[in-house]
């Protein structure tokens, strides 16, 4: 049994806030109108909407008061997964929702968007202003030719002109990707030419580090490398020209005009999104208007709390999933917090600075981060104002118990603090942030409201405070519509139905406690065996990085031809650290009394540094292959990676285990 006590309960909600927080509000009216549980609090209220599906979805579409062009015939027409369908026949356009808090004169002139550089200048863009920019932007795209279904791209950083252009592509019924300018060519292309668009945004450079990065030529190689365009458009972030034949933002926006919504079926796409890529080219992630618009406003407005008195800030890139879950605050008349920089300048403490002064009341970032904060020592709850910040929210990687902790001690005693998880897959979280929950050290809050999340066994058998697959037994509105140029569904249908049939399996080793939370243990994909005992690589990551000399860590189990099983870690030390035998014997030791004597390495291997994927998550089964033997080139997608030079350190490694 999962015990709650002293040590493990980091935080309560006043009753007060449970009160005013959303979701009650929302249980006590959709008990009166769809008779879900008056009373039992969240628990009931989840089981309710994992029960009554169809019921809760139609709830939450009349909560946030989504306007259908066209009436929808009933909430789910197909229930099977893979092929799930929503709202048949309903018509609706995202765009028209993001915007519609400018129609009320009284926030017309209020910030939609607050924008922060690496120099810490705030510039706001008003709710009215971003909607004029928008009628504009999406005017002139429809005198390009760009109609409903067809792809428009971005290379950009997180600045206002991107959300710009998303907004105006959804407005116009096109499908919106992008990539941030600090991906290479081929990683672009790598992306965007699986899906062919007809314009791309693009900027000049941009700034991180304190350093400018030019992109000229980056940009020249990609308007050659995707024949489809039939329109560039330059933004000036360095203050270049425009290239020849390539358009002007500024031209492009400068009209005085109301935008028009295009009214499009449910399941029409919006845009497309892309896994890591890192053993092929990436898998391109089709996820629909309706689909993200009730995922999105169930995720923020409920869970996350967020309304029109919040400013949100997710420190991220324009090519993580993250940013396109930030741009969905405006669904709920929240001041939606860009951030266009390094997290680590001029200082690390910058992310902490940000929050401050944009008055940020939720604040995300990844766990990594938040213990790279632990590790230097920092006190942000001391050193700025953050008495705004309401909830810390984390997601990435799983937050170990020290980082709840450090959080809570060094942030607010009353913090919220909400690890979250979920994927590129949903563009959502399966568990994690509720704002009525108590908060446990190391540990999601619950599922999320209409995910029937559960562990399951090798057998399909679910589990309860037992390590088992993530599994959810009943679909998700933001589930893909499908991958770009998969016309059978077969390889959308391996990702995630091969090993349960009819069910999501999402790659993720997770223990379901007796009292509803979720813990993550990492993928199972990576997953050590040792003995039969299974555990998940985040278990040894967190037991390994709280010593101060070892600033990141990489564990991989490989089975061996000869029925062995070799496990080694590699740590890529602090600086002044070494790696010498005491090291090495209090590292074994933190992992035999923290987890388990099975699972004690065999050897700890000092490195260079730790690889990880263009959106910082770690290198994991890559390493492996490359371990295995498998030839670099054919082990991992280079463009996918944030160091290739790394991987070479693990293939010699490989080669000379082999001589």
């Known amino acids: ?313 997710w420190f991220t890139s324009t090519g993580w999933m993250m940013w396109n879950f930030l741009v969905s605050g405006l669904l709920t008349g929240t001041t939606v917090v860009l951030y266009d920089g390094s997290p680590g300048f001029p200082d690390i403490s910058a992310q902490w600075r940000i929050a401050e002064q944009t008055g940020a009341t939720l604040y995300g970032t990844s766990a990594a981060y938040v213990m790279a904060c632990r590790k230097a020592g920092i006190h942000p709850g001391r050193d700025f104002d953050l008495s705004r910040v309401q909830c810390v929210a984390t997601t990435g990687s799983p937050l170990p118990p020290d980082g709840f902790r450090w959080l809570h001690d060094e942030v607010a005693d009353d913090l919220w603090t909400a690890s979250v998880s979920g994927g590129t897959d949903v563009c959502s979280c399966f568990a994690g942030a509720v704002p009525t929950l108590p908060v446990h050290l190391g540990e999601l809050q619950a599922p999320c409201l209409g995910t029937d999340l559960q562990s399951w066994d090798p057998s399909g058998n679910p589990l309860v405070d037992e390590v088992g697959e993530l599994v959810v037994t009943n679909p998700l509105p933001s589930m893909p519509t499908g991958f770009w140029n998969d016309p059978d569904g077969s390889r959308y249908h391996d990702s995630y139905f091969d090993t349960y049939p009819g069910v999501w399996r999402h790659g993720d080793w997770i223990t379901l406690t007796d009292r509803g939370s979720v813990i993550i243990h990492g993928r199972s994909d990576s997953t050590l065996n040792r003995q039969g005992v299974r555990m998940g690589s985040a278990d040894i990551y967190e037991a390994v990085e709280r010593l101060p000399e070892i600033r990141e860590s990489l564990v991989i189990g490989l089975e061996e031809p000869d029925g062995g099983y070799w496990m080694p870690l590699f740590v890529h030390l602090a600086d002044g650290a070494t790696l010498d035998d005491d090291l090495r014997a209090a590292i074994k030791q933190t992992i035999r009394d923290n987890l388990s004597p099975r699972h004690v390495p065999d050897e700890v291997i000092q490195v260079p540094g730790i690889p990880h994927t263009l959106t910082g998550k770690r290198i994991e089964v890559p390493v492996k292959r490359l371990l295995q033997g498998t030839e670099l080139a054919k082990a991992v997608n280079p463009g996918s990676v944030d160091n290739l030079d790394l991987l070479h350190f693990y293939a010699d490694l490989a080669a000379r285990r082999r001589a």
């Open 1 to 313: 049994m999962t015990e709650a006590t002293p040590e493990t309960l980091l935080w309560q909600p006043s009753p007060d806030r449970i009160e005013a927080a959303a979701v009650t509000r929302f249980q006590k009216w959709a008990a009166t109108r769809f008779g879900a549980p008056a009373e039992g609090g969240y628990a009931t209220l989840h089981r309710w909407s994992v029960d009554e599906l169809d019921t809760f979805w139609q709830a939450v579409a009349e909560w946030f008061d989504v306007r259908f062009a066209t009436p929808y015939d009933r909430v789910i027409g197909d229930r099977s997964m893979p092929g799930a369908t929503w709202f048949p026949g309903a018509t609706l356009n995202y765009a028209e929702h993001a915007l519609r808090t400018a129609e009320d004169p009284s926030r017309a002139d209020t910030p939609a968007l607050l924008y922060v550089d690496e120099t810490h200048t705030l510039a706001p863009v008003s709710w009215g202003e971003l909607r004029r920019q928008v009628g504009a932007l999406a005017a002139e795209l429809r005198a390009l030719g760009v109609t409903p279904g067809d792809r428009v791209s971005g290379y950009l950083p997180n600045i206002p002109q991107a959300v710009v252009a998303f907004l105006a592509t959804a407005a116009v019924g096109g499908v919106w990707t992008s990539c941030a300018p600090d991906f290479g060519a081929r990683s672009v292309l790598d992306r965007f030419q699986q899906i062919e668009p007809v314009v791309l945004f693009t900027v000049d450079g941009y700034r991180y580090g304190g350093k400018e990065h030019d992109r000229t030529d980056t940009v020249a190689e990609l308007r050659r490398e995707l024949p489809t365009l039939r329109a560039v458009v330059h933004i000036p972030l360095l203050g270049t020209d425009a290239p020849e034949g390539a358009l002007s933002w500024a031209a492009l926006t400068s009209a005085d005009t109301e935008p028009v919504f295009e009214q499009v079926p449910f399941d029409h796409p919006l845009w497309v999104l892309y896994s890591s890529g890192t053993t092929g080219l990436p898998k391109a992630i089709v996820q629909s208007q309706g689909g993200i618009l009730l995922e999105h406003f169930k995720q923020l407005g409920l869970h996350c709390d967020l309304g029109p008195e919040d400013r949100f800030f």
